[in-house]
Nanobody
Framework: QVQLVESGGGLVQPGGSLRLSCAASGFIFSTHIMSWFRQVPGKERELVAIISRSGTTMYADSVKGRFTISRDNAKNTVYLQMNSLKPEDTALYYC??????????WGQGTQVTVSS
């Protein structure tokens, strides 16, 4: 059974940091492209960061220089280190795993709230 379980969300003050984790099981993690998305109520889900099977990364312009995506294939886990957080980063953050044939899996999301 495929599972993606996000953790690490919470309430943080502007300028603070959080590290999200997404633990994967039920599939061969190293063969999948991993990504983080976020969604605010009433808006479409948006791509935040993506990491390829070889470790190449790409980021949304809004998070470049502040967020870092990484993966540990030995632990079947992908991370999102978020620094210099802003109120506009407040969202439900989702982890996604994508197979080369286009099949993808989603986690249930973890809430990040940036507020003073």
């Amino acid at each position: 059974q495929v599972q993606l379980v996000e953790s690490g969300g919470g309430l943080v003050q502007p300028g603070g940091s959080l590290r999200l984790s997404c633990a994967a099981s039920g599939f061969i993690f190293s063969t999948h492209i991993m990504s983080w998305f976020r969604q605010v109520p009433g808006k479409e889900r948006e791509l935040v960061a993506i990491i390829s099977r070889s470790g190449t990364t790409m980021y949304a312009d809004s998070v470049k220089g502040r967020f870092t995506i990484s993966r540990d294939n030995a632990k079947n886990t992908v991370y999102l280190q978020m620094n210099s957080l802003k109120p506009e980063d407040t969202a439900l953050y989702y982890c996604k795993a994508s197979r080369p044939d286009g099949v993808s899996y989603w986690g249930q999301g973890t809430q990040v709230t940036v507020s003073s």
